[in-house]
C-alpha cells in the first residue's frame, strides 16, 4: 500500500507526506512570477531548470489558516508535472518500516492517515492532487468578457 | 538473434507502409485504372509481409500476406478493383495498426486474423445492380462506374502513358531508409534540439538587456552576431522537425470517403501539397480541426446529387483540400464546390438567437456574418445547419487554430461553394509576441492574433447602450479590457489615453485594453504541463531576456 519511502514536510500545523519517487527536489524559496487569472493560493510561475513552474500554496488549496514562513519549495517530479508546492517546512525521509499504523480518511486526497514516530501524517495522493488541481483551474475560466469597463 | 533492437524501426517503417497504402486505397478509387498505383498496393503488402516475417511478427504476415494476394488478384485481372476490395484493404490496414501497437506495448495480441485472410481469400465482387431507380444506396452506381470505366480504357498505351508521373510519385513516397545521406532520428533528440535553440534564443535577449546598460560597441557587435548565427540555428533546427503534410493525409481521404459513403454523396476529393512541411508539433493538433472541416464540406457543404443536377453542377461533388507555404507562413484551404453559405441568412440565425441585435447585424459585412458560424452556441444549433449548411463545431476549429497562433477565414458564395483558409505559423516554438502589462503581471500575445495597436483618447470613446466602442476604418469596435477579463483592477489611465490592441474575437474585432503596451519580444514558447495545461486562455509561458517568466495568452480560450 504505502510506498518504501516517504518525504515528510508540514503546512499549516499539519504533517504532510509524499511518496518520495514523486518529489524531485526541495528548494528554499525563489522569485516567483504571478499569473494572471489563477485562483489566489497560485503564487506564480517559476523557473524549475528550465521548466515553467507552478508555485501552488499548498495551505491554501486546501483551505487550512496558512503561516507567515518564508517556508520551502517542493518540486514534484517534472516528469509527472510542473508544478511545485510551497509548504512551512520539510522533514525526514520516512521509511515505511517505521510505520506503526495506517487509516483511511474520508477526504479523496489523503491516501492514508499514518501513525509516525512523529505523529499523525497525511499521506497525499499525487494524482488526487493534481486532478482536483486541474478541475478547480477549468472550473474558475476567466470572467466571460463584459463589454466596456475600461 | 535478438531482433528487439530493431523493434522501433521495423514499427516506425511498417506505419509508413501502411500510410501509404491507404492512400493508395483511396487514390485507386478515385482512379482505379492506375496500374502503377496497384502495383504500389501489391509492393507495400508485400515488404510489410517480408519485414513482419523477419522479426517474427507472426499476425502482422498473415494480414499482410492476404492483402497482398488480394492485390495480386487484381494486379492479373482476375478482380477489380471495386469498394469492396478498397474495404477489406483498409481493414486490413487498421488491423495491423491495432496488431503494431500491440507489438510497441509488447502484449500478446488477441485479434483474429484467421477470420480476415479467409474473407479475402473467397472475396468475389458484387453483382452490378441492374435497375437504375434502386435510390437506396445512392453510392453504389457511382462507385461502380468508378470500377468499369477505367476497365475499357485500360489499354496498355494509356496505362503506360500514365505510368511516368504516377511511378515517380510512387518513387516519392516510398520510406525513407538510411540510404541516400538521410538517418532516422528519435523525436526525443529534435525536442531538446529546438528547447536548447529556444533557451539560446532566450539568453540573447538577456545579453541585449545587459548590453542595453553598458552601452558598448563591441559587446552589441558580438550580439548583432550571435542574433543573426542564432536565426540560422533556429531556422535549421526548425526545418529538421519539419514532416510533410503527407504525415497526416491519409486519415482525410478515409475520413471523407466514409462521411460520403454514409450520407450517399458522390465525392471527389482532391488533395495537393502532401510534401509541404510543417511543425511536427502542430502537424498533431491540426488532424481533428481539418478532419470537422472536411466532414462539413461533404455532410453539409456538397448537396445531394439530384439537387446538384438540378442547380446545373455536375452530379458529384468537388472537395479541395489544399496545402502552401508562403515564406514563413502555411495556408491551409478546404474549398467544396456545394451550396455556399448566404450572410444575410446567417445574420437573421443569429438576431433569431439573441447573439445580435438587428441593429448590430446591419453593422455586420457579409465577410464578419460569414464568421458568426465561429461563434459558440451559434454553430451547434441545428436550424443554423440547416440553413447556411455549414457550421457545425466550427468554433471548435477557430478555437484550435487561434491557439495554434493561426488565423481562420471563410469565403463562400451562394450556390457555388465555400473555402475555408487557414494561415498557420510554420514554427509553434518560437514565436513573436506583444507583451504588454495588466495590474502587476506581465501577458504575452501571439502577433499573430494582433491586427493593430493603438492609443487612444478617451474623447474617441462612445458608449452604445451598455458597450463602450470607438471608430477603426470606419467600423464601430467594441472595447474590453483585458484586467477585467482576467479579474484583476482596472487600470487609470490619468493621462487620458487607453492602450490597446485590436484583435478578433468571435468573429468580430475587438478593442482589448491593457495598461502599457511593453513592446514585441521574440519568445521561446514552453508548455506549463500540469496542472496549468488545463487553465483556459494560457497557451504557455516564456521567459524574458530579463528572466522574468510570462503567461503567453491564448485570447480565443479567454475572450
Do not use: H, Q
Given at each position: 500500500m504505502t510506498a518504501e519511502r516517504l518525504l515528510l514536510f508540514s503546512a499549516a500545523r499539519q504533517l504532510f507526506a509524499l511518496n518520495l519517487q514523486e518529489v524531485c527536489e526541495v528548494m528554499e524559496p525563489q522569485r516567483c512570477y504571478p499569473l494572471a487569472g489563477a485562483p489566489s493560493h497560485y503564487h506564480g510561475l517559476i523557473n524549475f531548470h528550465g521548466n515553467l513552474t507552478a508555485l501552488v500554496d499548498l495551505a491554501g488549496y486546501l483551505r487550512l489558516q496558512g503561516r507567515p514562513l518564508p517556508g520551502k519549495v517542493l518540486v514534484i517530479d517534472t516528469k509527472l508535472a510542473h508544478l511545485a508546492l510551497k509548504v512551512d517546512a520539510v522533514g525526514s525521509i520516512l521509511d515505511?518500516?517505521?510505520?506503526?499504523g495506517a487509516s483511511s480518511h474520508?477526504?479523496?486526497?489523503?491516501e492514508a492517515v499514518l501513525d509516525t514516530p512523529h505523529g499523525s501524517v497525511h499521506l497525499l495522493r499525487l494524482e488526487a492532487l493534481l486532478t482536483g488541481l486541474e478541475q478547480e483551474l477549468q472550473q474558475s475560466a476567466p470572467n466571460n468578457a463584459k463589454p466596456g469597463g475600461t | 538473434m535478438d531482433m528487439s533492437q530493431y523493434k522501433a524501426l521495423f514499427l516506425s517503417e511498417s506505419r509508413e507502409y501502411l500510410r501509404s497504402i491507404a492512400e493508395q486505397v483511396v487514390a485507386l478509387e478515385q482512379s482505379p485504372g492506375e496500374r502503377s498505383a496497384v502495383d504500389a498496393l501489391f509492393r507495400g503488402a508485400h515488404s510489410l509481409k517480408g519485414m513482419a516475417a523477419s522479426m517474427e511478427y507472426g499476425d502482422v504476415v498473415v494480414v499482410a500476406h492476404s492483402m497482398e494476394d488480394l492485390m495480386a488478384r487484381v494486379r492479373d485481372g482476375a478482380?477489380?478493383?471495386d469498394p469492396g476490395v478498397a474495404d477489406l484493404l483498409l481493414e486490413g490496414v487498421d488491423l495491423i495498426d491495432v496488431l503494431l501497437q500491440d507489438v510497441e506495448q509488447e502484449r500478446p495480441s488477441t485479434l483474429p486474423t484467421g477470420d480476415f485472410a479467409q474473407r479475402l481469400a473467397i472475396y468475389t465482387p458484387a453483382p452490378p445492380k441492374a435497375a437504375p431507380a434502386d435510390q437506396a444506396e445512392p453510392q453504389e452506381p457511382a462507385a461502380a462506374d468508378a470500377v468499369t470505366a477505367p476497365h475499357s480504357a485500360t489499354a496498355p498505351a494509356a496505362a503506360d502513358a500514365a505510368a511516368p508521373p504516377a511511378a515517380e510519385a510512387e518513387k516519392a513516397k516510398e520510406p525513407a531508409g538510411e540510404a541516400g545521406g538521410t538517418v532516422r532520428v528519435k523525436t526525443e533528440l529534435l525536442d531538446h534540439l529546438i528547447n536548447l535553440t529556444g533557451e539560446l534564443v532566450t539568453n540573447k535577449q538577456r545579453l541585449l538587456t545587459i548590453a542595453g546598460e553598458l552601452a558598448s560597441p563591441p559587446l552589441n557587435d558580438a550580439i548583432s552576431e550571435t542574433a543573426k548565427l542564432l536565426r540560422s540555428l533556429h531556422d535549421e533546427v526548425m526545418k529538421v522537425r519539419l514532416m510533410p503534410f503527407e504525415a497526416i493525409s491519409d486519415r482525410f481521404q478515409r475520413s471523407v470517403r466514409s462521411v460520403a459513403k454514409k450520407s450517399g454523396k458522390e465525392i471527389h476529393f482532391e488533395l495537393t501539397g502532401r510534401e509541404i512541411g510543417l511543425d511536427r508539433g502542430m502537424l498533431e493538433q491540426l488532424v481533428d480541426p481539418l478532419n470537422h472541416m472536411l466532414r462539413n464540406a461533404v455532410d453539409h457543404g456538397i448537396e445531394e446529387s439530384g439537387d446538384r443536377e438540378r442547380a446545373g453542377k455536375p452530379a458529384r461533388g468537388t472537395v479541395r483540400l489544399a496545402v502552401s507555404r508562403d515564406r514563413d507562413r502555411i495556408q491551409i484551404t478546404v474549398r467544396d464546390d456545394g451550396r455556399g453559405m448566404e450572410p444575410a441568412t446567417m445574420i437573421a440565425a443569429a438576431v433569431a438567437k439573441g447573439i445580435l441585435t438587428p441593429e448590430e447585424g446591419e453593422l455586420l459585412s457579409p465577410r464578419q456574418a460569414l464568421m458568426l458560424s465561429c461563434i459558440p452556441g451559434f454553430s451547434t444549433a441545428k436550424e443554423v445547419t440547416d440553413i447556411s449548411g455549414r457550421g457545425v463545431g466550427m468554433d471548435a476549429v477557430n478555437a484550435a487554430i487561434q491557439k495554434l497562433g493561426g488565423t481562420l477565414g471563410i469565403e463562400s458564395e451562394p450556390g457555388v461553394g465555400t473555402t475555408i483558409s487557414l494561415r498557420l505559423p510554420l514554427t509553434i516554438a518560437i514565436i513573436h509576441a506583444l507583451v504588454v502589462q495588466v495590474g502587476q503581471v506581465k501577458a504575452a500575445i501571439p502577433v499573430?492574433?494582433?491586427q493593430r495597436t493603438v492609443e487612444l483618447s478617451r474623447r474617441q470613446i462612445e458608449n452604445i447602450g451598455k458597450r463602450q466602442m470607438f471608430q477603426l476604418d470606419d467600423e464601430a469596435i467594441p472595447l474590453l479590457s483585458l484586467n477585467r477579463v482576467l479579474g484583476m483592477p482596472l487600470g487609470r489611465f490619468p493621462d487620458g489615453i487607453l492602450p490597446l490592441f485590436v484583435t478578433e474575437a468571435r468573429g468580430r474585432r475587438v478593442g482589448i485594453v491593457v495598461d502599457r503596451l511593453l513592446g514585441q519580444h521574440e519568445l521561446f514558447v514552453k508548455q506549463l504541463g500540469?496542472?496549468?495545461?488545463?487553465?483556459?486562455?494560457?497557451?504557455g509561458g516564456a521567459t524574458l531576456g530579463d528572466g522574468e517568466i510570462v503567461a503567453i495568452l491564448d485570447l480565443a480560450g479567454l475572450l
Open positions: 515505511a518500516t517505521s510505520i506503526t474520508e477526504d479523496p486526497l489523503t | 478482380l477489380p478493383f499573430n492574433a494582433v500540469r496542472p496549468l495545461a488545463k487553465m483556459a486562455g494560457v497557451a
